[in-house]
T-cell receptor, first 114, second 117 residues
Framework: ETGVTQSPTHLIKTRGQQVTLRCSSQ?????VSWYQQALGQGPQFIFQ???????GRGNFPPRFSGLQFPNYSSELNVNALELDDSALYLC?????????????FGPGTRLTVT | AQTVTQSQPEMSVQEAETVTLSCTYD???????LFWYKQPPSRQMILVIR??????QNATENRFSVNFQKAAKSFSLKISDSQLGDAAMYFC??????????????FGIGTKLQVIP
């Protein structure tokens, strides 16, 4: 069984640019959540996708957007990058969005904005 | 809004000894889940243990156990017989248990655990 994978591992972008991060969920999982983890902080919830629809969002501006595809893989898009967007971005997948279902995390993408 | 507080930025323990990591949380909900996650230098967040708020019995997973005090809103993690591989960042986390919602998990700031050989 393949776990959650994310690409790329690292990337460097310039302020004002746009970036797309990718996540492949664990086999059979229809729910993907994205988190931002700034250096020295705990992860912060960005949003969750369930069966291709956003079904929950944290306190992040609209320039953070996402997609979920029919195979349940997902993308996180960030427009107009700011220096404060530099962070580790984690995705997590689960069998269902219900509260009793465990989330399985990927290894993350380290984004540096200069 | 729910908050999770970890007041110990760093802890250290001798190999084979026992260490306790502290966590407090604030919520007005009665149905929720609490978690301890481990994040090693490889960055992958790994679930260590979870506790359902409606269960009075403290959760245990091998060398890891929790002390869940619901009235005090306290959720500490005890690691027994510490091993070098236990060295990592440990995050306490909260998730609402309400049905129909989404899986927003609120994390604390983390405690860095060092294991001394």
């Amino acid at each position: 069984e393949t776990g959650v994978t994310q690409s790329p591992t690292h990337l460097i972008k310039t302020r004002g640019q746009q970036v797309t991060l990718r996540c492949s969920s664990q086999s059979g999982h229809n729910t993907v959540s994205w988190y931002q983890q700034a250096l020295g902080q705990g992860p912060q919830f960005i949003f969750q996708y369930y069966r291709e629809e956003e079904n929950g969002r944290g306190n992040f501006p609209p320039r953070f957007s996402g997609l979920q595809f029919p195979n349940y893989s997902s993308e996180l898009n960030v427009n107009a990058l700011e220096l404060d967007d530099s962070a580790l971005y984690l995705c997590a997948s689960s069998l269902d969005p219900g509260p009793s279902y465990e989330q399985y995390f990927g290894p993350g993408t380290r984004l540096t904005v200069t | 809004a729910q908050t999770v507080t970890q007041s110990q930025p760093e802890m250290s323990v001798q190999e084979a000894e026992t260490v306790t990591l502290s966590c407090t949380y604030d919520t007005s909900e009665s149905d929720y889940y609490l978690f301890w996650y481990k994040q090693p230098p490889s960055r992958q967040m790994i679930l260590v243990i979870r506790q359902e708020a409606y269960k009075q019995q403290n959760a245990t997973e091998n060398r890891f156990s929790v002390n869940f005090q619901k009235a005090a809103k306290s959720f500490s993690l005890k690691i027994s017989d510490s091993q070098l591989g236990d060295a990592a960042m440990y995050f306490c986390a909260y998730r609402s248990g309400g049905s129909g919602g989404y899986q927003k998990v609120t994390f604390g700031i983390g405690t860095k655990l060092q294991v001394i050989p």
